[in-house]
């Protein structure tokens, strides 16, 4: 059995990704300050290791075959609040990690990027893998210069592929609801609303969780002749939409019961992209934001989600910050109400 270290492995993505990857005979060890808790089931095949990317040393890639690099600050907002984070976790210990697991012997590196490295595009325009990218935020810088010095370490002996996403939406054990496609889903099935970021023109791909995760496993049995280091654009045409196309599917769902709740200012980030070169090697997406809408509403009607605090990245982030200042602050050496 070949082993996956998943970095990472108990958030959004991850926490589907772990199980997947052991059903197709996998061992996995799985990397994640769980910050949003674990719900990765034991398994015999699965080995926890609870620590920081930024920290994680040469033992962690002791006889194992490849790395798939989940772990990161996970969106925009995230991104501007925490900028240095950003940089540290989604840049240079990416980087650092792709040099351990070279200097350690694995095979292949995976790096799940982002179609955010593109934006913001004219709208005759389609971004393929070779389009000039115009990271805005952060988030989108950081994953775009990990990306390029990443690369640079493949050779015949490492293969590098970098996986550039759309934005991911539907159901995951560790759910995400500042997502998109999830968030208009709580608040159209909670309260008939539909909010919409104004003014609506501006343009996305999405991808469904279950083909991101598919395309990563993909990744692990393509031949390296093919993949090495490359950049893929991860979806399909039927997923690049504009906000108000999206809207239709919804309206399309819960029958054209939806109020419309226009927020925010006019976007600045506005993409869509080819996903030909994918397609050319093999890997074509199945699923539609109406499968997405589907998927996640039946899991919130049988109560295995709901919108909580977890469920909002950046709120929890801070929560966690606050909480943190708290106890150092109530501590003596480290310590509370017990002593001994």
Same mark, same amino acid.
């Given at each position: 059995?070949?082993?996956?270290?998943?970095?990472?492995?108990?958030?959004?993505?991850?926490?589907?990704?772990?199980?997947?990857?052991?059903?197709?005979?996998?061992?996995?060890?799985?990397?994640?300050?769980?910050?949003?808790?674990?719900?990765?089931?034991?398994?015999?095949?699965?080995?926890?290791?609870?620590?920081?990317?930024?920290? +994680?040393? $040469?033992?962690? &890639? #002791?006889?194992?075959?490849?790395?798939?690099?989940?772990? =990161?600050? @996970?969106?925009?907002?995230?991104?501007?609040?925490?900028?240095?984070?950003?940089?540290?976790?989604?840049?240079?210990?990416?980087?650092?990690?792709?040099?351990?697991?070279?200097?350690?012997?694995?095979?292949?590196?995976?790096?799940?990027?982002?179609?955010?490295?593109?934006?913001?595009?004219?709208?005759?325009? +389609?971004? $393929?893998?070779? &389009? #000039?990218?115009?990271?805005?935020?952060?988030?989108?810088? =950081?994953? @775009?210069?990990?990306?390029?010095?990443?690369?640079?370490?493949?050779?015949?002996?490492?293969?590098?592929?970098?996986?550039?996403?759309?934005?991911?939406?539907?159901?995951?054990?560790?759910?995400?609801?500042?997502?998109?496609?999830?968030?208009?889903?709580?608040?159209?099935?909670?309260?008939?609303?539909?909010?919409?970021?104004?003014?609506?023109?501006?343009?996305?791909?999405?991808?469904?969780?279950?083909? =991101?995760? @598919?395309?990563?496993?993909?990744?692990?049995?393509?031949?390296?002749?093919?993949?090495?280091?490359?950049?893929?654009?991860?979806?399909?045409?039927?997923?690049?939409?504009?906000?108000?196309?999206?809207?239709?599917?919804?309206?399309?769902?819960?029958?054209?019961?939806?109020?419309?709740?226009?927020?925010?200012?006019?976007?600045?980030?506005?993409?869509?992209?080819?996903?030909?070169?994918?397609?050319?090697?093999?890997?074509?997406?199945?699923?539609?934001?109406?499968?997405?809408?589907?998927?996640?509403?039946?899991?919130?009607?049988?109560?295995?989600?709901?919108?909580?605090?977890?469920?909002?990245?950046?709120?929890?982030?801070?929560?966690?910050?606050?909480?943190?200042?708290?106890?150092?602050?109530?501590?003596?050496?480290?310590?509370?109400?017990?002593?001994?």
């Amino acid at each position: 059995m070949k082993t996956v270290i998943i970095t990472g492995a108990g958030g959004y993505i991850g926490s589907r990704l772990t199980p997947f990857l052991i059903e197709k005979g996998y061992k996995i060890r799985a990397i994640d300050r769980f910050f949003f808790g674990n719900k990765l089931k034991k398994n015999q095949n699965l080995e926890i290791i609870k620590n920081d990317i930024r920290l +994680i040393k $040469d033992d962690i &890639f #002791k006889n194992a075959n490849y790395l798939i690099d989940l772990a =990161a600050i @996970s969106n925009d907002v995230s991104g501007e609040r925490f900028e240095k984070e950003t940089f540290d976790i989604n840049y240079k210990a990416r980087v650092n990690n792709a040099k351990l697991a070279k200097k350690n012997g694995l095979q292949r590196y995976i790096f799940p990027s982002s179609c955010s490295n593109y934006g913001l595009i004219r709208d005759d325009q +389609i971004a $393929d893998e070779n &389009f #000039k990218i115009n990271p805005l935020t952060n988030y989108s810088k =950081a994953n @775009s210069i990990a990306e390029g010095e990443i690369l640079s370490l493949s050779d015949k002996n490492f293969c590098v592929t970098v996986l550039r996403q759309g934005t991911v939406y539907g159901y995951s054990p560790k759910m995400r609801f500042d997502l998109v496609v999830n968030r208009m889903t709580y608040e159209a099935w909670k309260y008939r609303i539909l909010p919409l970021m104004k003014d609506g023109t501006q343009r996305r791909p999405t991808l469904h969780i279950e083909d =991101a995760i @598919s395309a990563m496993k993909f990744m692990l049995t393509m031949d390296t002749n093919i993949i090495n280091n490359q950049i893929y654009n991860v979806g399909g045409e039927n997923n690049n939409f504009t906000i108000k196309d999206l809207a239709n599917e919804f309206q399309k769902y819960f029958n054209n019961s939806l109020k419309i709740n226009w927020y925010g200012s006019k976007d600045t980030r506005s993409y869509f992209v080819s996903f030909e070169k994918i397609k050319k090697i093999g890997f074509n997406t199945k699923f539609t934001p109406y499968d997405g809408i589907k998927e996640i509403v039946d899991n919130l009607e049988k109560g295995k989600i709901d919108l909580t605090p977890e469920t909002i990245t950046l709120d929890w982030y801070e929560k966690l910050e606050k909480l943190n200042k708290k106890n150092s602050d109530l501590a003596i050496n480290n310590k509370m109400l017990k002593f001994n």
